[in-house]
């Protein structure tokens, strides 16, 4: 149960010890039902999954480039990249390697709700130099915020750490006492009543850097879950899902 909750994360340990117990796995072809039973190198341990449903998701991925060494893609903006919480099959990875009949390898990530352009290639190697090489360029986004976003470049250069005053894990705050630098240019493009839609250039490759900027500044991305004006609508939307989501619930 212990290997199984750590490398599959998409269940909990007690979730884990559920399915050992209703002997959906196997270790070497020989039903497990005590999930104390200790591993060795070189078993095979199965588990049959079919009645895990997984959420739904937005899966009209528009390939827009394509050779023999990577694929470009249209990731749209409900659709996992891997597997991640209760998303395994689901996910932009899995659907491409059933579209291609082969493995492909992320050359970088977008979160899941977030659309754009991905990159993967067709070997590890390949996303290795790939994605080495795409650290050194630049990066942008396009955000809608509310607010009248001030007409001057915004250059928000403050550190980003965990927010202990929320209950979700992996929520970032910005501010002063942060571990982790990060540095993100803002230019606004136009307003529209309370509404901005500005350019994003994060200097660094933090975690949720953009959306915990935004909101430090008083300028949340429209319709965010996590970082938004009605942020709580995120928990609500968590507490029922199953340990191991992207953001996942500290109860």
Not at 146 to 174: M, N, W
Request: hydrophobic fraction near 40%; charge should be negative; include cysteine.
């Amino acid at each position: 149960d212990e290997y199984c909750a750590s490398r599959f994360s998409y269940l909990s340990a007690d979730q884990w010890r559920a399915e050992i117990a209703d002997g959906k796995v196997t270790l070497d072809g020989v039903v497990v039902t005590d999930p104390a039973t200790i591993l060795y190198g070189g078993g095979t341990l199965a588990w049959d999954g079919s009645a895990i449903v997984e959420p739904e998701i937005d899966d009209r991925i528009a390939v827009i480039y394509e050779d023999d060494w990577l694929i470009a893609v249209n990731k749209t903006g409900n659709l996992p990249v891997h597997p991640s919480g209760r998303y395994f099959n689901n996910t932009l990875v899995a659907l491409l390697e059933r579209r291609f009949g082969c493995k492909v390898y992320p050359v970088h990530r977008l979160d899941r709700e977030t659309s754009g352009v991905m990159i993967l290639a067709f070997d590890g190697k390949r996303a290795g130099l790939l994605s080495e090489a795409l650290s050194k360029g630049s990066k942008e986004y396009l955000a809608l915020v509310h607010g009248i976003f001030p007409e001057d470049e915004l250059v928000i250069d403050l550190p980003l750490g965990r927010d202990t005053e929320s209950a979700v894990a992996k929520k970032r705050k910005a501010w002063p006492g942060g571990n982790e630098q990060a540095l993100t240019r803002f230019r606004k493009i136009l307003s529209a009543g309370e509404i901005s839609l500005v350019r994003c250039f994060p200097q660094t490759g933090r975690l949720h850097q953009i959306r915990a900027h935004l909101r430090h500044v008083g300028h949340p991305v429209v319709c965010d879950k996590l970082y938004g004006v009605r942020a709580e609508l995120r928990l609500s939307d968590l507490r029922d899902s199953a340990p191991g989501e992207e953001d996942a619930v500290l109860l």
